[in-house]
């Protein structure tokens, strides 16, 4: 279903031809500073539960003391209030002309030195069909190269998985990146309450936050569109906007197939090459 205040033309216009639509001013400066206040005490007194791998407050990684909040949702009704936000869903919906399921939360506080993500596309880890996934990704603050702003790779917004290779560790926390010649990814700044919707093909990352002082908080609500029927395991308990549990979809434990991309006549192709690793964690 639409919904009743819909959004431009040229808004899905842009998305659905680039994967990707960055709405400036979506949530106000209050709010923002509000929830980044609000993650921020929560992880700096141990992440309540759902910081990665827990926080430890004297380790030299930044990440470590600063860990990203995984699922707050799942129990914090601060997260589970921005990931039915009406605002996220009037997108989404605008989008794909139906309302869609909500699955996951995340907050990334990415302090000053820490390293960033290598580029990668969230539907190898969501595995949402029909279908793709989307992203809510809202900047908590002003967000830019030096504090390690999400980048993205135009053009790849309907490519099927891209199979991995290692990913450079001083540089990135996850361990694999996606390598494509002849294509690079481009910056995208933003402002505080800014949000970028992107899909589940783009490929996407970050770089490290080079900044002495500047932290870079985000907060993330990822989505599979409303007739999907699986998604994987790590994903449930799958929400609609209204809040209610849905029942039914499918759940996937195991990888699925992704392609080589080589160049051939300065155009990417795919050499079929079986199945990706199992994703049963998060992206
Ligand atoms: O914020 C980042 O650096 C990466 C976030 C991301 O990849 C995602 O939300 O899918």
Known sequence: MTTVDPILDSEKDFYLTNGYLVVRGLFSDSECD???QYFTDMVERGGDGWAEGGVDTNHEDPLKRYPRLLQPHRGDKVAF????DPRIDRYLSSFYDRSPLAVQTMVYFKPPGARGQALH?????????????????LALE???????????VPGTQDMPMVCTEPADTTKSFSDVVINLPGMSAIPVHMKKGDVIFFNGS?????????????????????YIEGNADQVAKYYFPVFRMDGSEVDGLRSIDKGGPCGVPVLEGGKIVFREEGVSGAVTGPH
Do not use: K
């Not at 209030?81 to 039915?84: A, K, P, Q, S, T």
């Not at 596309?121 to 990704?137: F, H, I, K, S, V």
């Not at 002003?142 to 993205?152: H, M, Q, R, S």
């Open 202 to 222: 783009l490929v996407h990352g970050s770089g490290p936050n080079q900044s002495a002082t500047r932290f870079r908080r985000i907060m993330v609500g990822h």
């Open 34 to 36: 509000f929830w980044s």
């Open 121 to 137: 596309q969230d539907n190898r880890y969501l595995q949402a069909e029909p279908g793709t996934c989307m992203a809510a990704w």
């Open 81 to 84: 209030d921005y990931m039915v």
């Open 142 to 152: 002003d967000i830019d190269d030096e504090n390690g702003c999400l980048e993205v």
